[in-house]
């Protein structure tokens, strides 16, 4: 059973930093792209940052420079180092699993999600 489980989010001011977990399981986690997407209130789901099977890292151009995505392949796990963070940044931040099976397939996995709040 595929499970991608979040942890980290929570409240914090302007300028801070968190960090957001996502464990995998159920899947052979390093060979997949790892991928970081959020959704604001009343806005569609965009993507944040990904990190590729080689650990080949892009980001959304909203946060280069202040967010880090990281993967450890022996914990099964992907990192979103967040710092610098802004009110803009506030919404629900969901982990991603996704590979190409076949030319038109894609398995594509996600967490539950992680409420991430930037109020002062």
């Known amino acids: 059973q595929v499970q991608l489980v979040e942890s980290g989010g929570g409240s914090v001011q302007p300028g801070g930093s968190l960090r957001l977990s996502c464990a995998a399981s159920?899947?052979?986690?390093?060979?997949?792209?790892m991928g970081w997407y959020r959704q604001a209130p009343g806005k569609e789901r965009e993507w944040v940052a990904s990190i590729s099977s080689s650990s080949t890292a892009n980001y959304a151009d909203f946060v280069k420079g202040r967010f880090t995505i990281s993967r450890d392949n022996e914990k099964n796990t992907v990192y979103l180092q967040m710092s610098s963070l802004k009110v803009d940044d506030t919404a629900v931040y969901y982990c991603?699993?996704?590979?190409?099976?076949?030319?038109?397939?894609?398995?594509?996995?996600w967490g539950q999600g992680t409420q991430v709040t930037v109020s002062s």
């Open positions: 159920g899947f052979v986690f390093r060979i997949y792209v």
């Open positions: 991603n699993a996704h590979r190409r099976v076949a030319a038109e397939t894609f398995n594509d996995y």
